[in-house]
C-alpha cells in the first residue's frame, strides 16, 4: 500500500463514523382524514312561540352574541317594564328612612332628658323608643323587598330574553328552518351556524405514525379543493392516549387555520408524517 493510501484510511474511517451517526430519516407517509368547522351549531330556544322577526337568511355572516331571531315577547315585555317600573318607586323608602331619622332624634333627646332631669315620663320614653324600633324594622322590610324586586325584575328580562336566539360564536348561518308567523316549539332545530374560520383535521392513525406527535406539534395537512390540493400547517390539538381496541387506530386532532374561507369544512385530507416531516412535527414555534 502507498504512502497516499495510508494517509486516506483514517479519513475514510472518520468519514464512515460520521455518516453512521447521522439518522436515516423515513419517507415521509400521508395518512387520510377529514377537515371539519370548529363550530357547526344547530340552534334553538328553550321556549316555544311564534315567530315575530328573523334576522338572517342563509348565507348571513353573523358575529357573536348577535340576535338572529325573536319570538312574539310583548306580554314579557309588558311585565318587564312593570317589575322596573316597582323596582324604581323608592318614595316610601325614601319617606321611610327620613322617619327613621326623626324617631331616632326624638327617642335619644328624651332619653338624655329622662335621664338627667327625670322631666319625661317612663311611658313617654317607651313610646318614642317603641315608635323608633318599629319604623327601623319598616326600613328593612322595604329594604328587603327592594331586594326582592331587583329579582323579579332580573327574572323578568331573562324571561324575554329566552324568546331570543342569539349567535353563540361568529360564523355564516348556512340554515333556516322557521319562517315569520310559525310557531317554533321548544328545543326544534330552526337555524344552523358554522364557524369555519377555524378547521379541525380528524385522522385515526396507525400507533407507530403517533410515536413521536404531542398537542401543539406543527404538521404539514394537505386539503383537497377541487382538483388542486393545499398544503396547509396544523398544529395538534389531541392525541388519544387509547387505541381503538378493534383497529388499533389512534385519533389525532389538528386546528388549520382558514382566515380567507378558501378551504371548505367536510372535504379530505391528509396529514403527512415521517422524513422531514416527521422532524419537524415535534418543534412547537
Request: net charge positive; charged share 25%.
Amino acid at each position: 500500500m502507498t504512502a497516499a493510501a495510508q494517509m486516506l484510511t483514517p479519513k475514510r474511517a472518520l468519514l464512515a463514523a460520521l455518516l453512521a451517526c447521522v439518522p436515516v430519516l423515513a419517507p415521509a407517509q400521508d395518512f387520510p382524514g377529514l377537515v371539519q368547522p370548529l363550530h357547526d351549531i344547530t340552534l334553538s330556544t328553550g321556549v316555544g312561540g311564534v315567530v315575530a322577526s328573523k334576522h338572517v337568511v342563509p348565507g348571513s355572516r353573523v358575529r357573536a352574541q348577535q340576535v338572529l331571531m325573536v319570538l312574539d315577547d310583548r306580554l314579557q315585555a309588558v311585565e318587564a317594564d312593570r317589575r322596573r317600573v316597582m323596582l324604581l318607586d323608592t318614595s316610601e323608602l325614601r319617606a321611610t328612612e327620613e322617619r327613621l331619622r326623626i324617631a331616632r332624634t326624638l327617642y335619644e333627646d328624651a332619653r338624655v332628658v329622662f335621664d338627667k332631669t327625670g322631666s319625661i315620663s317612663r311611658d313617654e320614653l317607651m313610646r318614642l323608643e317603641g315608635e323608633y324600633r318599629a319604623t327601623q324594622g319598616r326600613l328593612e322590610q322595604l329594604q328587603a323587598l327592594k331586594e326582592r324586586e331587583k329579582l323579579e325584575h332580573h327574572g323578568a328580562v331573562q324571561e324575554r330574553q329566552m324568546r331570543q336566539l342569539v349567535a353563540p360564536v361568529g360564523g355564516v348561518v348556512t340554515k333556516v328552518d322557521v319562517d315569520v308567523g310559525e310557531w317554533a316549539k321548544p328545543g326544534e332545530p330552526l337555524i344552523r351556524l358554522v364557524d369555519a374560520s377555524t378547521l379541525v383535521f380528524r385522522a385515526n392513525l396507525p400507533q407507530a405514525a403517533v410515536g413521536n406527535l404531542k398537542p401543539g406539534a406543527v404538521v404539514p395537512v394537505l386539503v383537497e379543493d377541487g382538483a388542486r390540493v393545499m398544503q396547509v400547517p396544523g398544529r395538534v390539538t389531541f392525541v388519544s392516549p387509547v387505541a381503538d381496541p378493534a383497529s388499533g387506530l389512534v385519533e389525532v386532532r389538528a386546528n388549520v387555520g382558514n382566515p380567507g374561507g378558501q378551504l371548505r369544512p367536510g372535504s379530505k385530507a391528509m396529514v403527512r408524517l415521517g422524513g422531514a416531516a416527521a422532524a419537524g412535527a415535534g418543534r412547537q414555534p
